[in-house]
Nanobody
Framework: QVQLVESGGGLVQAGGSLRLSCTAS????????VAWFRRAPGKEREFVAV???????HYTDSVKGRFTISRDNAKNTVYLQMNSLKFEDTAVYYC??????????????????WGQGTQVTVSS
């Protein structure tokens, strides 16, 4: 059973940066597709970014050029570097793992394991 723990959230001013971490126990992230989703107040959980088991990355349009997903295999951790943060990035951020290597990577249903989430608040 894979357990995921997110960290690195916090309060930051617009234009600032944060780096989120997703660390796994009970499994390895190096060979899995790992994604970040977020849920803003009053909204559905939405896809943010994924690093596929192949190493290929994908991003939702609103974060392209600002967010970077990466993997540190030695630390069994996936990161989400968030730069030029905007008020609308405020949300709870979740990491998720797809051990089945599904072809669809941007839906909540495509992931089997989830962390508890970390709050990111961007002040305008």
């Amino acid at each position: 059973q894979v357990q995921l723990v997110e960290s690195g959230g916090g309060l930051v001013q617009a234009g600032g940066s944060l780096r989120l971490s997703c660390t796994a126990s009970g499994g390895t992230l190096s060979t899995e597709s790992v994604a970040w989703f977020r849920r803003a107040p009053g909204k559905e959980r939405e896809f943010v970014a994924v690093i596929r088991y192949t190493g290929v990355t994908h991003y939702t349009d609103s974060v392209k050029g600002r967010f970077t997903i990466s993997r540190d295999n030695a630390k069994n951790t996936v990161y989400l570097q968030m730069n030029s943060l905007k008020f609308e990035d405020t949300a709870v951020y979740y990491c998720a793992v797809d051990p089945a290597r599904r072809s669809v990577y941007f839906t909540v249903g495509g992931y089997d394991y989830w962390g508890q989430g970390t709050q990111v608040t961007v002040s305008s």
